[in-house]
């Protein structure tokens, strides 16, 4: 991959991190093609722009203070991996999260996302939602 290539991505990734962290869901569906999907953890994929907004919003309504930051971009086998940390308090636990991650991108011709396939420690998730962020 060619370095402005890898230039266009970081720009691209800056701005979806932006999306993330307005809190409108709405605009992190724009960075992803009308058929694109996203995939958290192996579950049901959100496909089209309607269920991408409602993934988005379902971790904006649980994290009224959600932060996302972009920790890295590299390309992998031809897809792009955008690893990011997730910071926010739970609404209805109170529980403190601070959990990183990653969401493997295949882009397509136009330019957006036609397949996001996201990971991250779901149990550990989970302990810090009920119990809050262990600190060391």
Known sequence: ??????????????RYTAAWCSRDAASVS?????????TINGGIPSVGPSAI????????????????EMDDLV???????????LEGTHRETGGRVRISGFESWRIGADGLIDESLGNFDATDFERQI?????TS
């Open 1 to 14: 991959m060619t370095q402005d290539r890898m230039s266009q991505l970081r720009d691209f990734a800056i």
């Open 30 to 38: 724009t960075f992803f093609a009308p058929s694109g999907s996203l």
């Open 53 to 68: 907004m409602k993934a988005a919003q379902g971790f904006m309504t649980a994290f009224p203070d959600l932060n996302i």
């Open 75 to 85: 390309e992998k086998q031809g897809r792009i991996l955008y690893q990011w940390t």
């Open 130 to 134: 009920t119990q809050g962020r262990l």
